[in-house]
């Protein structure tokens, strides 16, 4: 199993900025998925998660970023992003892609994507 | 929904148990046995510990156990290594609603 995050970088407070988890090594069609974030000096934080396309495709969002960050995945390319939008200096953090196992828990890790939000 | 309550230290000398806590509500781990926990070494990726409050993932010591009692959960650690240095999180993540960790425990050994 092998996540990679990708595009992470520096944003202004206000900016948008998507990042995308490429997914191998598992049934990506049946898998949900989660981001996790960790912001510097802070514990985990859930951000949210979207269930496969026959479970509905149903994503759940965090209370702090609901209604600007969303979630969004493409079966054909074993993709999943996070588009972040209005993002403030709260947000600043590595974020983690998870795939939900079969065990129901955060079972493989990618090695996480840095956002940095500071004008 | 608030975050699950962790110690934020818990420290043993090497061959000793500890226990971290994992502290709830009726609303999260009372209700759902869809607890579980992470290992986390600063600068990799988070590793899966303890699924569904008292399995184990194949590859992960026997000397790590989860239980759960009415809306705590708890993660012990018996014979404590230097490896086990880390921060450990546990996760109400379960079903439908909203998903949480708790504040995470930084574990020394002495």
């Known amino acids: 199993v092998q996540l990679v995050e990708s595009g992470g970088g520096l944003v202004k407070p206000g900016g948008s900025l998507r990042l995308s988890c490429a997914a191998s090594?598992?049934?990506?069609?049946?898998?949900?998925m989660s981001w996790v974030r960790q912001a510097p000096g802070k514990g985990l934080e859930w951000v949210g998660r979207?269930?496969?396309?026959?479970?509905?495709?149903?994503?759940e969002y965090t209370a702090s970023v609901k209604g600007r960050f969303s979630i969004s995945r493409d079966d054909s390319r074993n993709m999943i992003y996070l588009q972040m939008n209005s993002l403030n200096a709260e947000d600043t953090a590595v974020y983690f892609c998870?795939?939900?196992?079969?065990?129901?828990?955060?079972?493989?890790w990618g090695q996480g994507s840095l956002v940095t939000v500071s004008s | 929904q608030s975050a699950l309550t962790q110690p934020a230290s818990v420290s043993g000398s090497p061959g000793q148990s500890i226990t971290i806590s994992c502290t709830g509500t009726?609303?999260?781990?009372?209700?759902?046995?869809?607890i579980s926990w992470y290992q986390h070494h600063p600068g990799k990726a988070p590793k899966l510990m303890i699924f569904?409050?008292?399995n184990r993932p194949s590859g992960v010591s026997f000397r790590f156990s989860g239980s759960k009692s009415g809306n705590m959960a708890s993660l012990t650690i018996s014979g404590l290594q230097a490896e086990d240095e880390a921060d450990y999180y546990c996760c109400s993540c379960a079903g439908e609603s909203t998903w949480v960790f708790g504040g995470g425990t930084r574990v020394t050994v002495l």
């Open positions: 090594g598992f049934k990506f069609t049946d898998a949900w």
């Open positions: 569904k409050v008292t």
């Open positions: 998870t795939w939900v196992g079969s065990t129901m828990a955060l079972d493989y």
């Open positions: 979207i269930y496969s396309k026959g479970s509905g495709e149903t994503t």
């Open positions: 009726s609303s999260d781990i009372g209700t759902n046995d869809l």
